[in-house]
Nanobody, 127 residues
Framework: QVQLVESGGGLVQAGDSLRLSCATS????????MGWFRQAAGKEREFVAAISRNGGTTHYADSVKGRFTISRDNAKNTVYLQMTNLKPEDTAVYYC????????????????????WGQGTQVSVSS
């Protein structure tokens, strides 16, 4: 069973930045496409960002485009989510997710496409 462990969440003010990390036991990590989702209280889980297994292709939700950056370090088996200019509406539990991908450029934007999930890390943004 692949394990994903998120870290880096916290309480920040609007306009601040945070970097989330997701360490994974997936091996070889370079075979896995990865993503980040979030779920705010009382709302459904929503897509945030995705990255292909070779890191060459990324995709973002419109709500975070230009503010968030997903990246990966295949040597460290870790995927990151750099979040800048945070807004109160970014407050949510952020989940790391992954799945085996058939090719280098594949990425996935729906939660049903993913196989493995972390436990989540809370991000709270005050106004």
């Amino acid at each position: 069973q692949v394990q994903l462990v998120e870290s880096g969440g916290g309480l920040v003010q609007a306009g601040d930045s945070l970097r989330l990390s997701c360490a994974t036991s997936a091996r070889p990590f370079g075979y896995y496409a990865m993503g980040w989702f979030r779920q705010a209280a009382g709302k459904e889980r929503e897509f945030v960002a995705a990255i292909s297994r070779n890191g060459g292709t990324t995709h973002y939700a419109d709500s975070v485009k230009g503010r968030f950056t997903i990246s990966r370090d295949n040597a460290k088996n870790t995927v990151y989510l750099q979040m800048t200019n945070l807004k109160p509406e970014d407050t949510a539990v952020y989940y790391c997710t992954g799945r085996l991908a058939p090719g280098g450029d594949y990425y996935y934007t729906t939660q049903y496409d993913y196989q493995f999930w972390g436990q989540g890390t809370q991000v709270s943004v005050s106004s």
